[in-house]
């Protein structure tokens, strides 16, 4: 008998519904009991009882590490190998045709290891099971064995991919500090010395007005929108973008503390926002799911997907240049001349549908499906070989390869900076804008006096209790806020 027969039918020749369904199941399961550790995480926190917060966080970060979804693949795999249908169901939405199985189940000369062995004898149990009802195994024992190296391959690859892409992005970032040093600079000089009236200036004589500014009306617009696609190409942000911006965002929120560290926030907040970045979250599983799905013999599916996160990663990058276009339009727009320095409105309106926070949604998506990508290609060519039926003719995978590689390269050194910077000009500031003690001790001191004042207003001063509890709120983030202003002008 030849291996590939006694081991059962592989993933080239099990049929897409098949993979798919067995997939959203385990998916499924392992995030419900994520979540379930995430609530009771939540509650032992709540309760204060700070050990086993930290414990059942261990356990919760181990899990993740090992894959928790392929140890579920694992505990279950006689249970799914088991599960009979019609041998007819098997023969359709293959990912190969059946006549490339013939050729696949021809003996190869080859060793037989002891994983081998073990899964060929439990395949043939498996079959002799599902015979004896005139049917056929769902999934076989060695396709379930090879969607689970897949999935850990996946897991690893994101992360890997994430972690490259927020390094050299951060590498880029970081080149930033000596314009932060030198308008820190300039701003102590300006200090020591009696300082001038500002002097009215034309608008249009600022750097960054001259550089952004594109004219008003219906081909300006047109203008502006071409010339932020090619700009993320090259010189994505400038200094002049950067003093701008960084103006902006300090006039708005920061305004009694003009000395106020701009690059060390936006790096704070960028590793924050990595946190999330490196997860993969339901809608991500859920697009694995589709793709296993759609993987059909003929489709070419693995090539046209492709390009969904290139054609996104370029609109991303086009709106989050765009941004900085509307913002110097709208200070043109307004003013002929200025009094002193130009100042930049932060606004959650430029963004999409006007939440900053998609646009991390979609680079956290990018990253993800680049990753699947390349974690795909791999998976195959080391599972199956590169003649495998399922990796598909060489004209479609060498441009696969070379959009994954733009990918990471776009987002990793012009994408993800341009986001570092330019979602700071939303509405509202991040909670990165202070050190993680000062917001640990006033958040829970705003806890602590609401929970008061609720215990002592009672059940007769409900309302009044609601009023003095938002007060309280108010009144801690206000202190948050200064407390992290006046330790910064100490640092300073």
């Known amino acids: 008998m030849a291996a590939g027969e006694g081991e059962g039918t592989s993933l080239e020749f099990t049929p897409t519904w098949v993979v798919a369904g067995v997939c959203t199941v385990i998916v499924g399961i392992s995030l419900l009991v994520e979540r379930l550790l995430h609530y009771s995480g939540k509650k032992l926190k709540k309760a204060g009882q700070k050990p086993l917060y930290e414990a059942l966080q261990k356990i919760k970060e181990e899990l993740m590490l090992l894959g928790f979804i392929s140890l579920l693949l694992t505990v279950f795999q006689s249970s799914i190998v088991k599960i009979c249908v019609k041998q007819s169901l098997t023969e359709h939405l293959l990912p190969c045709s059946l006549s490339d199985k013939k050729e696949a189940l021809k003996p190869k000369a080859e060793g037989t290891t002891h994983l081998r062995h073990l899964l060929a004898e439990e395949a043939t149990a498996a079959a002799g099971y599902c015979a004896l009802k005139n049917k056929v195994p769902l999934l076989s024992l060695e396709a379930l064995h090879h969607l689970h190296i897949f999935i850990f391959v996946l897991a690893v690859v994101h992360v890997t991919f994430s972690v490259l892409t927020v390094v050299f992005g951060g590498a880029k970032i970081r080149q930033w500090k000596h314009w932060e040093d030198t308008?820190?600079?300039?701003?102590?000089?300006?200090?020591?010395?009696?300082?001038?009236?500002?002097?009215?200036?034309?608008?249009?004589?600022?750097?960054?007005?001259?550089?952004?500014?594109?004219?008003?009306?219906?081909?300006?617009?047109?203008?502006?929108?071409?010339?932020?696609?090619?700009?993320?190409?090259?010189?994505?942000?400038?200094?002049?973008?950067?003093?701008?911006?960084?103006?902006?965002?300090?006039?708005?929120?920061?305004?009694?503390?003009?000395?106020?560290?701009?690059?060390?926030?936006?790096?704070?907040?960028?590793?924050?926002?990595?946190?999330?970045?490196?997860?993969?979250?339901w809608y991500?599983?859920?697009?694995?799911?589709?793709?296993?799905?759609?993987?059909?013999?003929?489709?070419?599916?693995?090539?046209?997907?492709?390009?969904?996160?290139?054609?996104?990663?370029?609109?991303?990058?086009?709106?989050?240049?765009?941004?900085?276009?509307?913002?110097?339009?709208?200070?043109?727009?307004?003013?002929?001349?200025?009094?002193?320095?130009?100042?930049?409105?932060?606004?959650?309106?430029?963004?999409?549908?006007?939440?900053?926070?998609?646009?991390?949604?979609?680079?956290?998506?990018?990253?993800?499906?680049?990753?699947?990508?390349?974690?795909?290609?791999?998976?195959?060519?080391?599972?199956?070989?590169?003649?495998?039926?399922?990796?598909?003719?060489?004209?479609?995978?060498?441009?696969?390869?070379?959009?994954?590689?733009?990918?990471?390269?776009?987002?990793?050194?012009?994408?993800?900076?341009?986001?570092?910077?330019?979602?700071?000009?939303?509405?509202?500031?991040?909670?990165?804008i202070f050190d993680e003690h000062i917001q640990a001790k006033v958040v829970g001191w705003a806890q602590h006096a609401k929970q008061k004042m609720a215990t002592n207003g009672g059940s007769n001063q409900h309302g009044s209790s609601q009023d003095g509890s938002s007060a309280a709120t108010a009144a801690a983030s206000s202190a948050f806020k200064g407390i992290q202003l006046a330790k910064l002008n100490q640092q300073s």
């Open 284 to 432: 991500l599983w859920l697009f694995v799911v589709l793709f296993l799905l759609l993987n059909i013999n003929g489709w070419h599916t693995y090539f046209w997907i492709a390009f969904i996160p290139f054609f996104l990663l370029l609109a991303v990058g086009m709106k989050l240049e765009h941004i900085i276009i509307q913002l110097a339009h709208e200070v043109a727009e307004k003013h002929i001349a200025i009094e002193g320095e130009l100042v930049v409105q932060p606004s959650d309106d430029h963004f999409w549908f006007h939440r900053p926070r998609i646009v991390l949604l979609f680079i956290h998506f990018i990253l993800f499906q680049n990753a699947f990508e390349i974690a795909f290609f791999f998976w195959i060519w080391v599972q199956y070989g590169f003649d495998s039926c399922i990796m598909g003719q060489v004209r479609y995978i060498i441009p696969r390869l070379i959009i994954g590689v733009f990918i990471q390269v776009l987002c990793s050194y012009s994408t993800l900076p341009l986001y570092a910077l330019v979602t700071q000009m939303g509405t509202h500031f991040k909670k990165s």
């Open 183 to 281: 308008i820190a600079k300039d701003n102590f000089d300006a200090s020591q010395v009696l300082k001038p009236k500002p002097r009215l200036t034309h608008v249009k004589d600022h750097d960054f007005i001259k550089n952004r500014f594109v004219g008003i009306g219906k081909r300006s617009a047109i203008v502006g929108w071409l010339h932020s696609f090619f700009k993320q190409f090259y010189g994505s942000v400038t200094k002049s973008d950067y003093v701008a911006l960084r103006l902006g965002f300090i006039t708005t929120h920061c305004k009694a503390n003009p000395k106020f560290n701009f690059h060390k926030y936006m790096i704070r907040a960028l590793e924050d926002d990595f946190r999330k970045v490196v997860g993969i979250s």
